[in-house]
């Protein structure tokens, strides 16, 4: 089946850490995407990638990084420099032809907690 | 700038009709919606381009004004399964990625 997995579905830890959050798709979409999403808000957009060896800086950059080596592969890293981690991230791919087939698909996220 | 939706919060019984509206400052080319349940990934629902089109998916449906950069979405006849967070999505000119609104949440009772 195709899909987006996110792994691990929940993650402790330490403050002071970094910490890598894992998105794997397997449904050939050039564009991949990271959101963060607190209590009762909605999705802001950290990073984007639209291409292998590319991406671009969302809303709420700071204190995240990414890498796109792969193209079914968009790996989130949350550094020691991002003042409130604790949430859950959704990453989400698509196609990037626009048009009425341009919908993210959305995994099932991680919530991440720092202790 | 973040879309704003309205209302924020919305309780039904089943049965009955809702309206959530989302608006934009920026030009659009289209405006996408997700519903949340609770702890789960968002679901597509549905998507409006440029053009001022209206689409409908069983018994929810949506409209853009282009002119007003505003959409609705509509959902008839509730049922219970609609219950949860109504969140929409808008691709301004310039930037190929959404930025969501804060989010509707809506609840159907019995």
């Known amino acids: 089946d195709g899909g987006i997995t996110q792994s691990p579905k929940y993650l402790f830890r330490k403050e002071g850490q970094n910490v890598t959050l894992s998105c794997e798709q397997n449904l050939n979409h050039d564009a991949m995407y990271w959101y963060r999403q607190d209590p009762g808000q909605g999705l802001r957009l950290i990073y984007y990638?639209?291409?292998?060896?590319?991406?671009q800086k969302g809303d709420i950059a700071e204190g995240y990084s990414v890498s796109r080596e792969k193209k079914e592969s968009f790996p989130l890293t949350v550094t020691s420099a991002q003042k409130n981690p604790t949430a859950f991230y959704l990453c989400?791919?698509?196609?990037?032809?626009?048009?009425?087939?341009?919908?993210?698909?959305f995994g099932p996220g991680t919530r991440l907690t720092v202790l | 700038q973040q879309p704003v939706q309205s209302p924020q919060a919305v309780i039904l019984r089943e049965g009955e009709d809702a309206v959530i509206n989302c608006s934009s400052s920026?030009?659009?080319?289209?405006v996408h919606w997700y519903r949340q349940k609770h702890g789960e990934a968002p679901v597509f629902l549905m998507i409006l381009l440029k053009g001022g089109e209206q689409k409908g998916h069983e018994k929810i449906s949506a409209s853009f004004n282009e002119k007003k950069q505003q959409s609705s979405l509509y959902l008839t006849a509730s049922q219970l399964s609609y219950s949860g967070t109504y969140f929409c999505?808008?691709?301004?000119?310039?930037?190929?990625?959404?930025?969501f609104g804060s989010g509707t949440r809506l609840q159907v009772q019995p």
């Open positions: 999505g808008t691709e301004a000119a310039g930037r190929r990625a959404l930025t």
């Open positions: 990638s639209q291409i292998v060896n590319d991406f």
């Open positions: 989400a791919s698509s196609i990037l032809r626009r048009g009425a087939n341009d919908e993210q698909f």
């Open positions: 920026k030009a659009l080319y289209s």
